[in-house]
């Protein structure tokens, strides 16, 4: 089973007219739009998907775009890294849970058992979409 990309989301804020503001407001209360991508190892998006609600979950993004005729494909026997946000199922590979897993929480530290080694290996692998999205969005400020 091999790793095909590294999926996140991340919320652009925005204005949108009075009547709609409940749907697009997320969890920290700002207005905006939740945007859910793909990327390969090489920071290049593969998919991406904006435009719902800033209140709608990941999984649920996720659900829609599985859903979709031209929606994300999982290729046989690949997996997208995913965070805690999303379901360990097939296709998709999310870190264990109550484990360390962020990598400023290594800084200085050594895995002590397989679950730690197995985060510190995936949080590393999925910081790609991280910095995809960082890149994107310090692109985007610009503008």
Do not use: Q
């Given at each position: 089973?091999?790793?095909?990309?590294?999926?996140?989301?991340?919320?652009?804020?925005?204005?949108?007219p009075?009547?709609v503001?409940?749907?697009?407001?997320?969890?920290?209360?700002?207005?905006?739009?939740?945007?859910?991508a793909?990327?390969?190892?090489?920071?290049?998006?593969?998919y991406?998907?904006?435009?719902?609600?800033?209140?709608?979950?990941?999984?649920?993004?996720?659900?829609?775009?599985l859903?979709?005729?031209?929606?994300?494909?999982?290729?046989?026997?690949?997996?997208f890294?995913?965070?805690?946000?999303?379901?360990n199922?097939?296709g998709?590979?999310?870190?264990?849970?109550?484990?360390?897993?962020h990598?400023?929480l290594w800084?200085?530290?050594t895995?002590t058992?397989?679950?730690?080694?197995?985060n510190?290996?995936?949080?590393?692998a999925?910081?790609?979409i991280e910095?995809?999205?960082?890149?994107?969005?310090?692109?985007?400020?610009?503008?």
């Amino acid at each position: 089973m091999g790793v095909v990309g590294a999926l996140g989301g991340t919320h652009i804020k925005m204005t949108v007219p009075i009547e709609v503001c409940p749907r697009y407001r997320d969890r920290k209360g700002d207005l905006s739009t939740n945007v859910l991508a793909d990327c390969d190892s090489n920071l290049r998006f593969t998919y991406v998907l904006p435009g719902w609600e800033g209140s709608a979950s990941d999984p649920r993004v996720l659900r829609d775009v599985l859903r979709r005729p031209n929606g994300l494909k999982i290729p046989r026997n690949k997996n997208f890294l995913v965070d805690l946000g999303f379901s360990n199922c097939e296709g998709f590979l999310a870190p264990y849970n109550g484990t360390r897993y962020h990598l400023n929480l290594w800084r200085g530290n050594t895995p002590t058992n397989y679950m730690e080694l197995f985060n510190l290996r995936h949080s590393s692998a999925r910081n790609t979409i991280e910095r995809a999205l960082g890149l994107l969005m310090k692109h985007a400020d610009k503008d």
